[in-house]
């Protein structure tokens, strides 16, 4: 994943309301959440540690390939997709792995998940036509293409699989990249609340650009002199040069990755309680050293009755109370 460092517009830095501490809000969410078996184990992850969380699903994961010709997206051919479509599980048939997605992310939801939109054909890096030269246009129609698959997703496949699940309200880019002033125009033009793809900023509080902002932070990395964003591929990318080490080196790796965000958040609890935002992929990088290090931190700070391991909705509906 690529990353971009992008410069908010000038906007104030959101201070508690009250004199009271404010709970401190940890934010994990999970980009690409396609795959029915991975959000299945978070949502009962979330159960046991009184957790919950934003998935960012990409499109079209909603879409089998053999349909691809019905997602339609800005600067590139009909059926064009970076990531591919619809997931398909070992020994089953696509049409079967939809099904359980669906009925995946309308669990999530009922149980206080949120699903929001990491967009569609993740076009990200250097490549022609990709979302960092999109104007309002382009992520329009992008965004009306998330809106189809998921609205259609029975009709486009052809099953027995409805999503009923709470309307969208926050995106996240493809990659952290494009004009993301821009986008949050494109946003609040159509009723949405939030974007989560700045990358960067440390220790501060939401702020409003048309929709609430909320950072990615860079952190410091445990033991070593450089900071790296509060990321699971970031680390990945980092402790190994984004290559999976031998299955013995996992445990060292977790370790560092675990007391790097635990610094994080003691950090923020012991000070102005700005939300922590933690980004993460259903991915077993590293062996799930990264998995690992996130389930022990929740597993420690969950259970505070000052700390609130929710949603980026449920950041949002606190910040506007």
């Not at 309301?17 to 949502?43: C, H, K, M």
């Not at 022990?296 to 700390?307: A, K, P």
Request: aromatic share 10%; glycine share 8%; with cysteine.
């Amino acid at each position: 994943m690529a990353v971009l460092l992008a410069i908010a517009l000038a906007a104030c830095v959101l201070a508690p309301e009250s004199t009271d501490r404010p709970p401190q809000f940890v934010v994990v969410s999970f980009d690409g959440a396609g795959d029915a078996i991975d959000l299945n184990e978070w949502i009962a992850a979330g159960d046991r540690l009184d957790a919950r969380f934003t998935f960012f699903l990409s499109g079209v994961y909603l879409l089998a390939g053999d349909q691809s010709f019905r997602y339609v997206p800005p600067r590139h051919a009909k059926g064009a997709s970076d990531i591919g479509f619809a997931i398909k599980p070992d020994e089953s048939d696509v049409r079967a792995g939809l099904r359980d997605l669906v009925a995946a992310l309308n669990d999530a939801d009922a149980r206080g998940h949120e699903i929001g939109s990491h967009f569609n054909g993740h076009f990200c890096g250097r490549r022609p036509g990709a979302v960092g030269v999109w104007g309002p246009k382009d992520w329009k129609k992008e965004l009306d293409q998330f809106d189809s698959l998921v609205r259609d997703v029975a009709l486009n496949n052809a099953i027995d699989a409805d999503l009923h699940i709470r309307p969208v309200v926050g995106t996240r880019t493809p990659c952290l990249e494009g004009n993301l002033p821009l986008l949050r125009t494109v946003l609040a033009e159509r009723g949405m609340r939030y974007d989560a793809s700045l990358a960067g900023y440390s220790g501060r509080w939401p702020w409003r650009d048309g929709v609430w902002v909320f950072p990615i932070p860079l952190i410091p990395v445990d033991g070593e002199s450089f900071t790296t964003l509060a990321s699971d591929y970031n680390f990945y990318l980092n402790q190994t040069g984004a290559t999976d080490a031998d299955a013995t080196e996992a445990p060292a790796l977790a370790a560092q990755t675990y007391q790097s965000l635990r610094a994080y958040f003691d950090t923020s609890y012991a000070g102005d309680r700005a939300p922590m935002s933690i980004a993460y992929h259903f991915e077993d990088w590293n062996h799930g050293a990264y998995r690992d290090a996130l389930l022990h931190l929740l597993l420690d700070v969950c259970g505070r009755s000052d700390v609130r391991c929710t949603t980026y909705r449920g950041l949002a509906n606190w910040l506007e109370r």
